[in-house]
C-alpha cells in the first residue's frame, strides 16, 4: 500500500513523536508513505474563519499535489484530515470551484478530486484490517484499560465525512481490543478537548479537558489515547492546570493512537518518543509485557 503522507504542522514540530510512530507503524504493515514537501498548512479551521476560498484553495492544491502522483492522501491528525475533506465537499460547489480553480490557475495547479482522504486510523481498522494487525502483534497490550479519545474533527460533521456516527463509533475500540488492550467506554471519547478555545478562554479549555479526563479515569481508564495531536496538546501538555482546575490529581498517561499501535507491534519507548510526554508512560509500559522475539 502506498500512501501520500500529510503529517500536518504539530507532528513535524512540537508532536515529532507522533511522526516518528507512525513511522514505525507504517514500515511494521508495509505501508510505504511518500512525501511531499511542498505540503502546506491545512488551515486549522483558522484561515477558514478569516477567508473560505483561501483555506479552500490550500487544501485543494495539497490534494492536487498527491493526485498528480496518483496516490490517495493520509493524514495523521484529525483536524488536517476535517479541514482536507472539507475543502473536498465544498469544491463539488460550482460557485467555489470556479474560484479555487482561478487561485490555482496561475501557480500550475489543477484540482481533479480523484484523491481520497483518509486518516490512519481508518488506513488501519479498513485497509490494512484487524485480523493483518493481530497477527503482527508481538506485545499484547492485555490487562491495559484505554480509554480512547476521539475528539470532534474524525467524526463531524458526520454527513460529510460518512464515517461512523459521531455519538457511538467503535474503529478505535475495535483496534485498541485487536492489540489486546480493553476499551474503555465512557461520554466524554466522543466530546471536545478544550484546545480550540484554549488561547481565548485558557481556563474554560482547561475544565474541559479536565473533566473528559476524569470520565474516563471513573470509568477505569488507565490511559488514553487520541488519533488528534491537538486533542494530545489538550490532554497531556495541559493536564497539569487541567487538574488545578477541577480541583483533582489526573496523572493520566496519553497517547498517540500510533504510540499504542507501534508498543503493541514491538516498538520500544524510544522508537516511540515517549520521553516527549510532559505526564509519564512509564506506569503504562510496567504493564505491559516485554515484546515476543
Avoid at 91 to 119: F, W
Avoid at 131 to 146: C, N
Avoid at 281 to 287: G, I, K, S, Y
Wanted: glycine share 8%.
Amino acid at each position: 500500500m502506498k500512501l501520500a503522507y500529510y503529517p500536518g504542522c504539530v507532528a513535524q514540530e512540537s508532536g515529532r513523536e507522533l511522526d516518528m510512530a507512525t513511522r514505525f507503524v507504517c514500515r511494521a504493515l508495509e505501508i510505504e508513505l511518500v512525501e511531499f514537501p511542498k505540503f502546506s498548512c491545512c488551515g486549522s479551521g483558522f484561515v477558514d474563519e478569516a477567508n473560505e476560498v483561501l483555506n479552500v484553495a490550500i487544501n485543494a492544491r495539497n490534494l492536487a499535489i498527491a493526485e498528480a502522483a496518483g496516490l490517495d492522501l493520509m493524514t495523521i491528525c484529525s483536524t488536517c484530515q476535517g479541514m482536507l475533506s472539507l475543502a473536498k465537499l465544498r469544491m463539488t460547489d460550482p460557485a467555489v470551484r470556479a474560484k479555487v480553480d482561478g487561485a490555482l490557475r496561475p501557480i500550475g495547479i489543477t484540482y481533479r478530486g480523484s484523491s481520497r482522504v483518509t486518516h490512519l486510523l481508518r488506513v488501519l481498522v479498513e485497509d490494512v484490517g484487524l485480523p493483518a494487525i493481530r497477527q503482527k502483534v508481538r506485545r499484547p497490550l492485555a490487562g491495559l484499560k484505554v480509554g480512547a479519545f476521539y475528539g470532534c474533527h474524525l467524526l463531524r460533521p458526520s454527513d460529510e465525512l460518512r464515517w461512523e456516527s459521531p455519538e457511538e463509533p467503535h474503529a478505535f475500540e475495535d483496534l485498541l481490543a485487536a492489540l489486546g488492550a480493553e476499551p474503555v467506554l465512557y461520554r466524554g471519547r466522543v466530546l471536545c478537548c478544550g484546545f480550540p478555545v484554549q488561547f481565548v478562554k485558557p481556563e474554560t479549555a482547561g475544565r474541559i479537558a479536565g473533566h473528559q479526563i476524569l470520565d474516563a479515569r471513573q470509568h477505569g481508564a488507565q490511559a488514553m489515547a487520541t488519533p488528534c495531536p491537538l486533542c494530545h496538546i489538550s490532554l497531556d501538555a495541559y493536564q497539569a492546570p487541567a487538574a488545578k482546575l477541577v480541583g483533582q490529581p489526573l496523572d493520566m498517561p496519553v497517547f498517540h493512537l500510533p504510540q499504542l499501535v507501534g508498543l503493541a507491534l514491538g516498538a520500544t519507548p524510544e522508537e516511540l518518543g515517549l520521553s516527549r510526554h510532559l505526564v509519564p508512560t512509564e506506569p503504562v509500559l510496567a504493564r505491559v509485557p516485554p515484546a515476543a522475539r
